[in-house]
């Protein structure tokens, strides 16, 4: 079983500030990552898939880059709304989710 | 627009069995697959397995191998997913989501979410 892991646990950002989330594969996935979004009370979002392909209606201050074992998903710009738990999921093979990054007002 | 409705809340009792629905609307149902996720309270999402609307294979979770089953009815485009032998840690939000048709992939509509409640 290929075990996802994302860093940090949670992580403490100023509105317009940049924040990086990192998800690491235990072993590689190739392309087949994506990241979801999820609010409270909520169904997750699609947010990126094929690591680094937003999904329809992303807006552009989300990008995710990598490949391999070593992933990242980068909001350029936090707006109000981006405040929420981030997960990253790999489909290269039984899927699996990494524990996922609390992403807070600081 | 795509849409995923899903049945309402259920509790049942240890051992029990509970069979979730999850209506598909706004596509073509056989052109896609469904996956089942699962969120227990307060924790993160567990991919529970996946089925083909086109053909009905199915790609199971190791973990819940024997105790699920999922299917599809494509006359009335609703998939199903089943599981046994219900435990407390069972307890959890349940989710369907359309996925791609040959085989699990990113989810990219959801369904609301079920409540699954075990406990005697």
């Known amino acids: 079983e290929i075990v996802m892991t994302q860093s940090p646990a949670t992580l403490s950002v100023s509105p317009g500030e940049r924040a990086t989330l990192s998800c690491r594969a235990s072993?590689?996935?190739?392309?087949?990552l994506a990241w979801y979004q999820q609010k409270p009370g909520q169904a997750p979002r699609l947010l990126i898939y094929?690591?680094?392909t937003r999904a329809t209606g992303i807006p552009a201050r989300f990008s995710g880059s990598g490949s391999g074992t070593e992933f990242t998903l980068t909001i350029s710009s936090l707006q109000s709304e981006d405040f929420a738990v981030y997960y990253c999921?790999?489909?290269?093979?039984?899927?699996?989710f990494g524990g996922g990054t609390k992403v807070e007002i600081k | 627009q795509v849409q995923l409705v899903q049945s309402g809340a259920e509790v049942k009792k240890p051992g029990a069995s509970v069979k979730v629905s999850c209506k598909a609307s706004?596509?073509?149902?056989?052109?896609?697959?469904i996956s089942w996720v699962r969120q227990a309270p307060g924790q993160g999402l567990e991919w529970m397995g996946w089925?083909?609307?086109?053909?009905?294979?199915?790609n199971y979770a190791q973990k819940l191998q024997g105790r699920v089953t999922m299917t599809t009815d494509t006359s009335t485009s609703t998939a199903y997913m089943e599981l046994r032998s219900l435990r407390s840690d069972d307890t959890a939000v349940y989710y369907c989501?359309?996925?791609?048709?040959?085989?699990?992939?990113?989810?990219?509509?959801w369904g609301q979410g079920t409540l699954v409640t075990v406990s005697s």
């Open positions: 094929g690591a680094s």
């Open positions: 089925i083909s609307a086109y053909n009905g294979n199915t």
């Open positions: 999921q790999q489909y290269n093979n039984w899927p699996q």
């Open positions: 706004g596509y073509t149902f056989t052109s896609y697959g």
């Open positions: 072993q590689s996935v190739s392309s087949n």
């Open positions: 989501a359309r996925d791609s048709i040959a085989a699990a992939g990113p989810d990219d509509y």
